[in-house]
């Protein structure tokens, strides 16, 4: 068995939810895999000449193994414009020809990651293989007015094309549930071979002053009003924020929130085990409604009781132990010692660590 996979995400990046997916399906069926890369499917803004620029040492994952090819197909950013598609198969015709003679016969899977118009042309061009839809986020809600129209339009003849649809979250899926009759609910998981060990115990917190942090990018779903309602709730503790800063707070950080590089996944692992409580501090808006956070996944496997915000899938876990959930900017000073009173358990982490691993993730799919 063969798969093509159309991922969101270069493949020189972190290892994400589409990393993960490519290595078990190799895992199970022993096949190779062809990797699109992602091109522009929106117009260029000019915000994105100023976004700031991660240092390729923390985001590039490990060597392109033997079983998988990747394609850079390009592309014009143009897709949002009718008529576009025929713009762009001008320069696909290597990716075409490199795509067909990949493909064998019905023992091929067609997944995609990301709606586009590639994905679309796909879908026609071999209608004889099994198809996928990994709905994995709200992809519109990342984009704002053609762009956003246009893509909600190929996402749906995406989706009704498609024979299977996974839903990273519980919004996501009932999105979907009209329009594919195969919709499963495929919550994002957890890479077990890189979690740092916690064979030692869970180190104690210190007496005087208590570690809320987080780790992630801080872009428009970050919630800076409630940080900066706990850092005034706790004056004592530090609040640690550690990531790429895609959106500055518009009012001056208490002096308690200390900002932090970014840095690589197993040094991000290790930053969490300082922490006494794991934040999740997302503004609830149509594009966190569909987010099943992978840090919630992170951050329960490493023992640490995590207070979160209103928003997504965190939503539906408040009466889950070591779960607090913020739903007012009120909340965090009653949530913050009552989560610090919480009994870690590294027995029970282990335990969520094998349940929520993505092997285990795509295997129940």
Known sequence: MRLIYLSPVP???????????????????????????????RFLRLSDLGRPRVSPTSNISAETPSWVTVL????????????????????????????????????????????????????KRFRYCSSLYDAMDDFPAFYTGLSRLALAQRESLIAQRVDTIWASSTEIQKHWSCHCDDVRLVHNGLDLSVLPSLASGVPPGSSEKRVFGYVGTIAAWFDWDWVCALARARPKDEIRLIGPVFEKSVNKLPDNVILLPACNHDAALKAMLNFDVALIPFKRNRL???????????????????????????????????VFISQLVSDPAELA???????????HARTFALKNSWEVRFDEA
Request: proline share 9%; net charge neutral.
């Open 11 to 41: 493949w020189k990046s972190f290892a994400q939810r589409p990393h993960k997916f490519v290595q078990w399906f190799h895992s199970r069926t022993g096949g190779s895999v062809l990797w699109v890369e992602p091109y522009p499917t």
């Open 288 to 322: 966190t409604d569909s987010v099943d956070p992978i840090k919630y996944y992170e951050y329960s496997a490493l023992a640490l009781p995590v207070l979160s915000t209103y928003f997504g899938e965190m939503r539906f876990r408040s009466n889950v132990p070591g």
């Open 72 to 123: 850079k197909p390009g592309g014009l950013p143009v897709e949002p414009l009718p008529g576009s598609g025929w713009v762009n198969r001008q320069l696909w015709r290597h990716a075409f020809d490199m795509i067909d003679e990949f493909v064998i016969a019905s023992d091929t899977l067609l997944a995609i990651g990301k709606p586009s118009v590639l994905a679309l042309d796909l879908l």
């Open 337 to 347: 010692e009552t989560s610090l009173q919480f009994c870690r358990n590294i027995e």
